[in-house]
Nanobody, 118 residues
Framework: QVQLVESGGGLVQPGGSLRLSCKAS????????MGWYRQAPGKQRELVAAIRSGARANYADSVKGRFTISRDNAKNTVSLQMNSLKPEDTAVYYCKVDNYGSRWFAYWGQGTQVTVSS
C-alpha cells in the first residue's frame, strides 16, 4: 500500500510561481513512475507531468517550458515547480504513483487546489 501527501497549493497571481510537493510512503517499487495530474471544473483529469524511475520526464504541451518535475528517490518525493502561471492553470492538482512489477498498482493523492487569479 502507498500513501501520498501533497502540499504547496494556493492562490497566486498570473505570472507567479508555486512549488507542489508530494511525499510517498509505503511500498514503492524500483520500477515506477511519479507524476502530477490536474482537473479543472467541468474538465477531465489530464496529465501535467510525469517522471519515471529512469528519470525521463514527460510534460503536457501546455506546460512545457514553464513547469519542471523532479524527484528524490531517497526520500520518495516528487515536486512540480510551476513558473509563469496562467489563469488556465487553475485546477486541483493530484499526485500519482504507478508501481510496475508482476502486478500493476496506481495510487492517487487527495489533491491540492491551485488558483491563478489577479
Amino acid at each position: 500500500q502507498v500513501q501520498l501527501v501533497e502540499s504547496g497549493g494556493g492562490l497566486v497571481q498570473p505570472g507567479g510561481s508555486l512549488r507542489l510537493s508530494c511525499k510517498a510512503s509505503g511500498s514503492i517499487f524500483s520500477d515506477n513512475a511519479m507524476g502530477w495530474y490536474r482537473q479543472a471544473p467541468g474538465k477531465q483529469r489530464e496529465l501535467v507531468a510525469a517522471i519515471r524511475s529512469g528519470a525521463r520526464a514527460n510534460y503536457a504541451d501546455s506546460v512545457k517550458g514553464r513547469f519542471t518535475i523532479s524527484r528524490d528517490n531517497a526520500k520518495n518525493t516528487v515536486s512540480l515547480q510551476m513558473n509563469s502561471l496562467k489563469p488556465e492553470d487553475t485546477a486541483v492538482y493530484y499526485c500519482k504513483v504507478d508501481n510496475y512489477g508482476s502486478r500493476w498498482f496506481a495510487y492517487w493523492g487527495q489533491g491540492t487546489q491551485v488558483t491563478v487569479s489577479s
